[in-house]
């Protein structure tokens, strides 16, 4: 049983920083992709960013230059650094990641979801 657990959301001012992490655990034989969806109050979810098992990334037009996507392959996470937050930014975090747990088999894995909540 592979699970997602993330951490790190909360309240923020505007333009302030936060760290969401997302760790994975469980049978776990490889993960390829890494990622942060967001979704805010009374629309759908959207992909913010990812991160391929080479370190290449992928940001939302909205958060390149503010947002950071990162992982740590040896421990299964991922993080994200979101600094210079506005409120449009409020919403739920989801992490989700493609994992394999045998050499052949991969499916998509999804995190519960922290709230991320940019007022004054």
């Known amino acids: 049983q592979v699970q997602l657990v993330e951490s790190g959301g909360g309240l923020v001012q505007p333009g302030g920083s936060l760290r969401l992490s997302c760790a994975a655990s469980?049978?776990?034989?490889?993960?390829?992709?890494m990622a942060w969806y967001r979704q805010p109050p009374g629309k759908e979810r959207e992909l913010v960013a990812t991160?391929?098992?080479?370190?290449?990334?992928y940001y939302l037009d909205s958060v390149k230059g503010r947002f950071t996507i990162s992982r740590d392959s040896a421990n299964h996470t991922t993080y994200l650094q979101m600094n210079s937050l506005k409120p449009e930014d409020t919403a739920v975090y989801y992490c989700?990641?493609?994992?394999?747990?045998?050499?052949?088999?991969?499916?998509?894995?999804w995190g519960q979801g922290t709230q991320v909540t940019v007022s004054s």
């Open positions: 469980g049978s776990i034989f490889s993960i390829s992709l």
């Open positions: 991160i391929a098992s080479g370190g290449s990334t």
């Open positions: 989700h990641a493609a994992i394999r747990t045998d050499p052949v088999y991969m499916r998509n894995y």
